[in-house]
């Protein structure tokens, strides 16, 4: 199916399905310990053995060599994989370093061998006894030491329009400031696992991966196999936020791993491993100029963000969001990448606009208090209704305001002191933020294939994700609401490369696509149906496990009682992304309490209110929303990966020194979604929203922290160091 026109009234519209706080169907087997998870697949192939990585101890140089001998002696071990037996490999096409280093090392951890043993306490005490001769070559660490050697990505040059060089000192009212954010990491609670089987010439790999189709052409391009012969299944993801978009070393090590032994290897990455092996949100650097009339309205606004990443990596795309947020006829977006040796940096949970809005929303408050204007007021008066890039080419919705207005109103903004510092709660000094939420609203091929049994049933199968989602119970609602079915006579079966490729989960896009790509396949289904049961398909109603048509009306079962019928389709989308700027937006509220005497910050409540066109599930979405509303607090507060400058590595490489958010940090979370449609956007009338939550609200709490205490802080985390000696008289 072409989405090339926007929607008209369709059979989702009907809402007796879709739209409703629906429980994730798949959350019965979460909590009983019943969904299995890439490690645990211990039923699906037998004669398991356990593979350990072994990662690099220096950050750059090569290895002069490996001694293999003592492991391979070892007790249990079944093989040693190193870059010198692995045969030839190539780097996959979402890779920026090699999965399997050696003899070049490009950063700290980089895997350089796999020790395979009948037991995982004898591969991991095998790992010990390689002894690797490095020969130690001088790394480039440092993003501020190496800011001035940054280039422009050949992918991302400057955008912008007018001229900011000539308005921006005229402007009456300046601001220029300049903000940092740190490296981070995803943090997610199952590790990279994958158990890989070899049947002849085939490989099998179950494993935990977001995006299937991808996972799988890169892994047959790595290994110099056709893609046919490669199958990922991957039903039950413990978290991703984007670690898991793209093919990971745990995958490549447990297929070579089970070629040199034989049999089926199964392999985890260790924490440490994950946070220096994998990927992480690059440290930015980000300097945002504004000027504006005296009447508070923007004339010139610039934002240049530096990152690094290695050799043939790419940016942060932080400046993102500016393009498009605020209106300025006068207007620059620059990114600079420096090249730097530390582990691979790449997409995480909002790549661009979660580190982008975390400088801009504060500076705009910066902006907002030079003008005496109340923050929300400031963000409204610069509203736009077309890309300020491209004037002629407006949003295809966008309600801003009405989530800031809603918001404030909600949140009892009205009792907010402008003053900083004026607020006290005993020995607390309480402050009120506020920060604009977006996220581009971004769409995908998504193909899923549709069945319809003679007991009536309807089974889906698609490669798509749930990475903690909520995509097995959308997909079913939009499956029952199609063919007029209740939600309990759909089945849902995802994460196998065998079904149809669909947009898989990351970047926001995977519900809306995903579920456009059932509708598309469902469509087809209704007209067989239709045609089976000689039933006009332009004027067939499906309802209540029946299908109507001409006064004539047959039970849906019917269709199927000569044999299953079987459809597949996808939905492909045309050129409205093009002519709409299609994007979602949000108002974060956050009040605050700051310790007077220790400088302790404790956030007291939190609101979104969210614009993210139709909202399939308000339960799922809002468990989205409140989950990306911690992300955001961590990244204000606490989240950030110590780099060794010395050495090239996280120091802080696992959960007990890389600090989140728990529960006792986190207060009651309120949200609202406004009532929406997008038609312009998918068949759905849906976006993303699982990314919105993320976005502006590190800077509604960096908000709320100066306007209880009057210190600005534009060093992120926000930590109690860089508050104690600037806060009032504690008396």
């Known amino acids: 199916m072409k989405f090339d026109t926007p929607a008209t009234t369709n059979p989702i519209d009907q809402l007796k399905v879709v739209g409703k706080p629906v429980d994730r169907i798949d959350g019965p087997l979460k909590v009983s310990g019943a969904a299995p998870y890439a490690y645990e697949r211990h039923d699906v192939v037998a004669d398991q053995a356990y593979g350990h990585v072994v990662g690099a101890t220096i950050a750059k140089g090569r290895i002069r060599s490996i001694d293999t001998s003592a492991a391979e002696a070892a007790p249990g071990v079944l093989a040693v994989v190193t870059a010198g037996n692995a045969g030839k490999l190539v780097k996959g096409r979402f890779n920026t370093a090699h999965l399997l280093g050696g003899p070049q090392v490009q950063h700290y951890h980089q895997a350089i061998a796999l020790v395979v043993a009948e037991t995982f306490e004898q591969a991991r005490a095998a790992a010990q006894l390689l002894r690797v001769d490095y020969a130690r070559e001088p790394g480039r660490f440092d993003l501020a030491a190496r800011r001035d050697s940054a280039t422009t990505p050949k992918s991302e040059p400057d955008t912008g329009a007018g001229d900011f060089d ?432 220790t400088a302790e910050i404790r956030v007291r409540r939190m609101l979104a209110v969210c614009a993210a066109g139709r909202i399939l599930n308000p339960k799922s979405a809002r468990s989205q929303v409140i989950g990306a509303m911690v992300m955001g607090t961590g990244a204000a507060l606490m989240e950030e990966l110590a780099v060794d400058k010395r050495l090239g590595f996280f120091v802080n490489h696992d959960l007990a020194g890389y600090e989140v958010p728990v529960h006792a940090d986190i207060p009651h979370q309120e949200v609202v979604f406004l009532d929406e449609t997008d038609p312009i956007s998918s068949p759905m009338k849906a976006k993303g929203v699982g990314e919105l939550g993320i976005c502006g609200v590190g800077a509604a709490v960096a908000n709320a922290i100066y306007n209880a205490t009057g210190v600005r802080v534009r060093e992120y985390p926000i930590t109690l160091d860089k508050l104690i000696g600037k806060l009032p008289g504690a008396a």
């Open 166 to 597: 000539a308005a921006f000192p005229e402007a009456p009212v300046r601001l220029d400031v300049t903000y940092t954010t740190p490296d981070q990491s995803h943090a997610m609670m199952e590790p990279h696992a994958s158990i890989a089987a070899w049947d002849g010439d085939a490989l099998t790999v179950w494993t935990s991966n977001q995006m299937i189709d991808w996972g799988r052409k890169d892994l047959a391009r790595t290994l110099g196999i056709p893609p046919e012969q490669v199958r990922l299944d991957s039903p039950y993801i413990g978290g991703g936020f984007g670690a898991k978009l793209f093919l990971r070393a745990d995958v490549v090590l447990a297929a070579l791993g089970a070629k040199a032994a034989g049999r089926p290897v199964k392999v985890a990455l260790s924490r440490p491993q994950i946070f220096n092996n994998t990927t992480h949100r690059p440290a930015t650097i980000q300097r945002i100029r504004i000027g504006c009339g005296e009447d508070g309205k923007i004339s010139a606004i610039a934002h240049e963000s530096w990152s690094g990443d290695l050799p043939g990596g790419g940016p942060e795309v932080a400046t993102q969001q500016t393009r498009w947020l605020y209106a300025g006829a006068n207007r620059r977006c620059a990114l600079r990448l420096a090249e730097l040796d530390l582990p691979e940096g790449n997409a995480m949970r909002a790549p661009g606009e979660a580190p982008g809005m975390m400088a801009l929303e504060a500076a705009v408050d910066e902006m907002a208090e030079k003008l005496g204007m109340d923050p929300v007021e400031f963000r409204i008066v610069n509203d736009t209704q077309v890309d300020p890039e491209k004037p002629e080419r407006p949003f295809s919705q966008r309600q801003l305001v009405q989530c800031l207005r809603t918001g404030a109103r909600q949140f009892g903004w009205t009792r907010r002191n402008a003053k900083p510092a004026q607020v006290r709660d005993g020995r607390w000094l309480v402050g009120m933020g506020v920060a604009a939420a977006y996220r581009n609203n971004l769409v995908m091929k998504s193909a899923a294939r549709v069945r319809l049994g003679a007991d009536g049933r309807v089974v889906v199968e698609t490669d798509m994700t749930d990475i903690g989602t909520g995509s097995y119970t959308i997909i079913a609602q939009t499956a029952a609401e199609m063919m007029g079915v209740p939600l309990d006579r759909v089945d849902v079966r995802l994460g196998d490369s065998s079904f149809p490729a669909s947009a898989g989960s990351g970047g926001q896009w995977g519900a809306n696509s995903s579920t456009a790509g059932v509708y598309a396949a469902c469509m087809k289904l209704r007209e067989s149906v239709a045609t089976k049961l000689g039933l006009d398909p332009a004027a067939a109603g499906f309802s209540d496990g029946e299908v109507s048509a001409g006064g004539r009306s047959f039970a849906l079962a019917d269709a199927a009682k000569d044999g299953e019928l079987v459809v597949e389709d996808a939905i492909e989308f045309g050129d409205l992304d093009r002519k709409f700027q299609q994007s979602t937006f949000g108002a974060h509220f956050v009040e605050v309490g700051v310790d007077a005497h």
